[in-house]
């Protein structure tokens, strides 16, 4: 049975009509040659050995006969062979790297590396700051295919460029509950190809409702990172949870438990209670010009536990900040918790509830929580009106300038609503895939929430 094409799933933003796609298919299989031209380098000297590997993926993948070959320079030196079983994105691949250095060979499932998923998200990040540019068959710096399935693999430091036709069997199938940062959803379309394939990369749950999460991924233009409804904006029910087999641990490292001397002001363990994972380092390890892993550990629990909105870029440092303390002290209030009882600095008791992942999450929202901006909450649809001025309008054009839709702005952007704000608002709410009503440039609940993310 031949191996059947698979395309990218363009998000919406990008051109989707016929022509256009068409083209584009057009475009990936000039690249192909024909076996009937001399594509196929076999009788090639030195060359043979690869192409027989890469032939021998195809087979692996499902496919059967021989597979054209493309070959795509290497930055610096000549052209590597790769398998290409027809799909715009290729097949299973080696690394790309400088003629003289370390070329690696597909690799198979049973030879994956151990990683934390920590190092993964981290690894994610690595893009998502380079802004590296989308594309299906340049390859970044690090040897990684610059597609949705390059990133993954570079991600997973799989050593290899998968593609979403064998990503799958380096990965568990896990449910909707089960999924943890690091985890992937993937839809892998061998009935339609017209309809797409694409993988991303999940990084949790934006709240306790589930309904969207944060999606590290690679599509034009460049890495994003984007709050996204489950499974994924177009085909989401057909988007699958899966595990990578290599990952290692939670999201923080689980210490090995130590047990802790009951402690009469109320900290360490009570008799007939487990030991608490990691002992409390202490409240002078938090606030103001603080700085060391204790303080890291609390942001990365935290946002585990529901803190991601406090947490500007969504990661935690090591430098104690008023993010930290704000998120500190919600999730004290979770627990019911007032006074001095919710002042933002960790107790003994704040950080056994977080290690030992007890007690209630923060909820979605937190009423009279300072919000993005200085403005406390959405400040309702009334304010971005013509003629109307609230410094929630300059807020709001901040943030757009900050995320790189500020292009409609020739000066400002300032406190009075105008229509270069709802230009550039408009422009945002397309990014999300938002069309019609819901793309007519005036900021709702939910563009609000995205936009400051």
Same mark, same amino acid.
């Given at each position: 049975?031949?191996?059947?094409? &698979?395309?990218?799933?363009?998000?919406?933003?990008?051109?989707?009509?016929?022509?256009?796609?068409?083209?584009?298919?057009? /475009?990936?299989?000039?690249?192909?040659?024909?076996?009937?031209?001399?594509?196929?380098?076999?009788?090639?000297?030195?060359?043979?050995?690869?192409?027989?590997?890469?032939?021998?993926?195809?087979?692996? =993948?499902?496919g059967s006969g021989a597979a054209a070959v493309v070959t795509t320079p290497v930055p610096g030196g000549g052209p590597v062979a790769l398998d290409d079983p027809g799909s715009p994105q290729g097949g299973r691949g080696p690394l790309h790297g400088p003629t003289k250095?370390?070329? =690696?060979?597909?690799?198979?499932?049973?030879? $994956?590396?151990?990683?934390?998923?920590?190092?993964?998200?981290?690894?994610?990040?690595?893009?998502?700051?380079?802004?590296?540019?989308? +594309?299906?068959?340049?390859?970044?710096?690090?040897?990684?295919?610059?597609?949705?399935?390059?990133? $993954? %693999?570079?991600?997973?430091? /799989?050593?290899?460029?998968?593609?979403?036709? @064998?990503?799958?069997?380096?990965?568990?199938?896990?449910?909707?509950?089960?999924?943890?940062?690091?985890?992937?959803?993937?839809?892998?379309?061998?009935?339609?190809?017209?309809?797409? +394939?694409?993988?991303?990369?999940?990084?949790?749950?934006?709240?306790?409702?589930?309904?969207?999460?944060?999606?590290?991924?690679?599509?034009?233009?460049?890495?994003?990172?984007?709050?996204?409804?489950?499974?994924?904006? @177009?085909?989401?029910?057909?988007?699958?949870?899966?595990?990578?087999?290599?990952?290692?641990?939670?999201?923080?490292?689980?210490?090995?438990?130590?047990?802790?001397?009951?402690?009469?002001?109320?900290?360490?363990?009570?008799?007939?209670?487990?030991?608490?994972?990691?002992? &409390?380092?202490?409240?002078?390890? &938090?606030?103001?010009?603080?700085?060391?892993?204790?303080?890291?550990?609390?942001?990365?629990?935290?946002?585990?536990?529901?803190?991601?909105? &406090?947490?500007?870029?969504?990661?935690?440092?090591?430098?104690? %900040?008023?993010?930290?303390?704000?998120?500190?002290?919600?999730?004290?209030?979770?627990? =019911?918790?007032?006074?001095?009882?919710?002042?933002?600095?960790?107790?003994?008791?704040?950080?056994?509830? /977080?290690?030992?992942?007890?007690?209630?999450?923060?909820?979605?929202?937190?009423?009279?929580?300072?919000?993005?901006?200085?403005?406390?909450?959405?400040?309702? %649809?009334?304010?971005?009106?013509?003629?109307? %001025?609230?410094?929630?309008?300059?807020?709001?054009?901040?943030?757009?300038?900050?995320?790189?839709?500020?292009?409609?702005?020739?000066?400002?952007?300032?406190s009075r609503w105008g229509e270069a704000d709802r230009r550039n608002v408009e422009a945002f709410q397309r990014a999300q895939g938002w069309r019609g009503a819901a793309a007519d440039g005036y900021p709702g609940p939910e563009t609000w929430r995205r936009l400051f993310?």
């Open positions: 049975m031949p191996m059947p094409a &698979f395309e990218e799933y363009e998000p919406a933003g990008d051109c989707v009509c016929r022509g256009c796609a068409q083209r584009r298919r057009s /475009l990936a299989r000039a690249r192909a040659i024909p076996l009937r031209d001399g594509g196929h380098p076999a009788a090639r000297g030195a060359r043979r050995a690869l192409v027989l590997a890469t032939a021998a993926g195809v087979v692996l =993948g499902g250095g370390p070329v =690696g060979k597909p690799g198979a499932p049973a030879g $994956v590396k151990r990683i934390d998923r920590t190092t993964i998200i981290n690894r994610a990040k690595l893009w998502l700051d380079a802004k590296v540019p989308y +594309s299906m068959s340049d390859y970044w710096t690090d040897g990684y295919r610059q597609d949705c399935s390059g990133y $993954v %693999s570079m991600a997973w430091n /799989l050593g290899t460029n998968e593609w979403t036709g @064998s990503l799958d069997k380096f990965a568990t199938k896990i449910t909707k509950a089960e999924l943890l940062p690091g985890d992937m959803l993937l839809f892998h379309n061998p009935a339609d190809p017209n309809n797409g +394939s694409h993988v991303v990369l999940f990084g949790g749950w934006v709240d306790e409702t589930q309904t969207h999460y944060i999606a590290y991924e690679q599509t034009r233009p460049t890495t994003r990172k984007l709050a996204t409804p489950y499974g994924y904006w @177009s085909n989401g029910t057909k988007y699958v949870p899966y595990r990578f087999n290599g990952v290692t641990g939670g999201i923080v490292p689980v210490p090995v438990p130590v047990p802790v001397p009951e402690d009469p002001a109320g900290g360490g363990s009570k008799p007939g209670e487990p030991a608490a994972p990691a002992a &409390f380092p202490g409240a002078a390890k &938090f606030g103001p010009g603080q700085t060391n892993d204790s303080v890291a550990q609390l942001g990365r629990m935290l946002i585990e536990r529901g803190a991601y909105r &406090f947490y500007p870029k969504g990661v935690a440092d090591r430098t104690w %900040s008023e993010h930290d303390r704000l998120a500190t002290q919600a999730f004290q209030a979770a627990q =019911g918790w007032t006074g001095a009882d919710a002042d933002g600095i960790p107790g003994t008791h704040t950080w056994r509830l /977080l290690v030992e992942r007890q007690g209630r999450d923060i909820p979605p929202t937190v009423e009279g929580a300072p919000g993005p901006g200085g403005v406390r909450a959405y400040p309702g %649809s009334a304010v971005f009106r013509p003629g109307r %001025s609230h410094e929630a309008i300059a807020a709001l054009g901040r943030q757009l300038v900050k995320k790189g839709f500020g292009k409609y702005y020739t000066s400002g952007p300032g993310a």
